[in-house]
């Protein structure tokens, strides 16, 4: 009797541990199918370590920005079109990881965890991909950013649709520079990255669009405030040196003229925690990072005045000291203020359409949060707008009735080394309702250079939105 107990004990651990390897087999084939299925050996979709089959990816109005075709992805024919998109339509290689090409690869494939890639097998293709992209816009602001580095991106700010996306360094994904992963110049630094979706910049006086939700909030006399402006201030044990000589100067005047003076006193005035307290409603130091079409995930913007002295204080709230913003956040925050105060969560995928024709998934506006009382949003909206009518001047943005703000970033202690230039701004237009981010690296003022670029970019969106 015992040796039939044990044997039959025997046979149960055997059972159990079939039924255990059955187990983590399962687990294994539903956490890996999708990383098996898109491995590169897998020759039903790469050639080469290359994606070679995968439905097409087009801009919102059609343009097809790749395809495929004979077994080989074919880009658009328009050179200046695929360095545009390049960091937003990705590699086949996949060297750039926020691309569709590798972000979306399980759709554009039509990979199911269910059916595999029979119906790439089917019908020689995957799904379609349409992006909100408009190619025409993208190609303006490539042009207008030339050799430098940076960034631009326009999203319409009622809808979150991402009209716009550029990075720059870019490259023609035709002709690959044969030095691209060899120079030492710095030509291509992060030329991988999306500027927009993975960058930090230092945000310059952009910060004081934060500054002044902050105190309109905290400071009820604040439009009754005037400040003395000798073009530096004593703030702590050091002094906050101003861009110019204001004399007094109203809250309105010291945002147009970008008063440092003003700002460093107000930032001083409303403390670490206040200021802080602003800044993370509206995304900065979130654990959770921002992510685009469900898929695409945004830096997290920083500000840190934990430790900080009262003169670190008085720069943070001028866009100085250690904070950092990133792009797409910001972009979210200026779209917020146009839409009386209520964020769009920004998107960048469309439409996906299966090989029959089928609408797989159709994009729906989503709120991301109210980062703005009406109120106060409607106050910033009338200060940024005073911004264009009283310094940048409308004759950049003729008849769009333009809201920003320009930022001249320092990035080094060096007096001689360049800085980052910025503008945030928006259409208050029913019918252009559109919010803008430049960023210019290594540049000269955000007037001369940021501006500029942001003038030939709406004036593309006025004349591919308002015909």
């Not at 039924?19 to 084939?29: E, R, S």
């Amino acid at each position: 009797m015992k040796s039939i107990g044990r044997r039959a004990l025997s046979l149960y651990a055997i059972i159990i541990l079939f039924l255990a390897g059955g187990v983590l087999l399962y687990f294994n084939l539903i956490s890996n199918a999708d990383s098996w299925a898109m491995n590169r050996a897998n020759q039903h979709l790469y050639f080469s370590g290359n994606l070679a089959t995968a439905g097409d990816i087009k801009d919102t109005n059609g343009e097809i920005l790749v395809t495929t075709k004979d077994g080989v992805r074919v880009y658009n024919n328009n050179k200046n079109i695929r360095k545009a998109v390049l960091h937003t339509v990705g590699d086949s290689a996949g060297y750039i990881a926020s691309g569709i090409q590798t972000s979306f690869k399980d759709e554009l494939t039509g990979y199911t965890l269910t059916d595999g890639v029979y119906n790439l097998k089917r019908y020689g293709k995957g799904n379609d991909i349409t992006l909100t992209l408009n190619a025409e816009v993208c190609e303006t602001a490539y042009k207008a950013l030339g050799d430098k580095k940076g960034t631009v991106a326009v999203m319409n700010y009622k809808t979150g649709e991402l009209i716009c996306i550029v990075s720059n360094p870019t490259y023609d994904i035709l002709n690959k520079p044969a030095d691209i992963n060899t120079d030492t110049s710095g030509k291509y630094d992060g030329i991988y990255m999306n500027r927009f979706f993975s960058g930090l910049y230092t945000p310059g006086s952009t910060f004081k669009v934060i500054t002044s939700a902050c105190a309109i909030e905290n400071i009820p006399d604040i439009y009754d405030r005037t400040f003395e402006c000798k073009g530096k201030v004593q703030i702590g044990e050091g002094y906050v040196i101003c861009n110019g000589t204001h004399g007094k100067i109203s809250f309105e005047k010291a945002l147009n003229k970008s008063c440092n003076v003003a700002f460093a006193l107000l930032a001083d005035e409303l403390g670490a925690e206040k200021l802080t307290a602003t800044a993370e409603r509206l995304g900065f130091n979130s654990a959770e990072r921002m992510t685009v079409s469900g898929k695409i995930k945004a830096a997290t913007s920083k500000i840190n005045l934990t430790d900080a002295k009262a003169l670190d204080i008085g720069w943070a709230g001028i866009g100085q000291y250690t904070t950092l913003i990133n792009p797409c956040q910001m972009l979210t925050m200026i779209s917020a203020i146009a839409n009386n105060g209520t964020a769009m969560s920004p998107y960048l995928v469309e439409e996906i359409t299966t090989p029959e024709g089928r609408n797989d998934f159709t994009a729906e506006s989503t709120v991301l949060g109210e980062y703005f009382t009406t109120d106060v949003a409607q106050k910033l909206d009338e200060i940024l707008r005073s911004n264009v009518t009283n310094q940048y001047g409308d004759s950049y943005f003729p008849k769009m009735k333009m809201c920003g703000k320009t930022g001249t970033a320092e990035i080094s202690d060096n007096p001689d080394a360049n800085p980052n230039a910025l503008f945030i701004g928006y259409s208050q237009l029913d019918e252009m309702p559109f919010a803008i981010i430049v960023v210019v690296e290594d540049s000269t003022s955000a007037i001369k250079s940021a501006v500029p670029i942001a003038s030939k970019v709406m004036k593309t969106v006025k004349n591919e939105y308002t015909k």
